[in-house]
């Protein structure tokens, strides 16, 4: 689900929504929007719902938001994960939390070096 994230700071009044910087890059290049397009958005930890786009140039994007369902449930999921090299950990991690993964659990197998363990980043 491609979903616009909306942060309390974006709001201008309680049905509008005023959009710069990488999330009105994301509507140009990846949506491909243009003015009067409906589009999927979410308020950070709220509500989700659709938002019309109103008015749309290179520095700003009004929209028309209308919050009215909730938010999924998390999944309940654990990932089980040998321990990969330090550099591809912080790949790893940076996708597992944007899958919506609550809980990992790093495992240590025979192919695992020591000395992976030793480094700081798990600190």
């Known amino acids: 689900m491609n979903l616009l994230l909306l942060e309390d700071g974006d709001f201008i009044a309680a049905d509008r ?6 999330r009105l890059k994301h509507l140009h290049e990846v949506h491909r929007a243009e ?3 409906s589009l999927r958005v979410g308020r950070l930890n709220g509500a989700m719902g659709s938002g019309q ?3 749309l140039d290179a520095e ?3 929209l028309a938001v209308q919050l009215d369902q909730a938010p999924p449930e ?3 999921l654990t990932l089980l ?3 990969p090299r330090p550099k591809m950990l912080r ?4 996708t597992v939390s944007s899958m919506g993964v609550p809980r990992l659990i790093l495992l240590n197998s025979y192919r695992v070096e020591k000395s992976f363990w030793q480094t ?3 600190e």
């Open 53 to 55: 786009l109103l008015r």
């Open 35 to 37: 003015a009067g397009d």
């Open 91 to 94: 790949r790893v991690l940076q």
């Open 74 to 76: 998390k999944l309940p």
């Open 60 to 62: 700003q994007a009004e």
């Open 81 to 83: 994960l040998a321990l």
């Open 17 to 22: 929504v005023l959009l710069s910087g990488r």
């Open 120 to 122: 700081p980043f798990l």
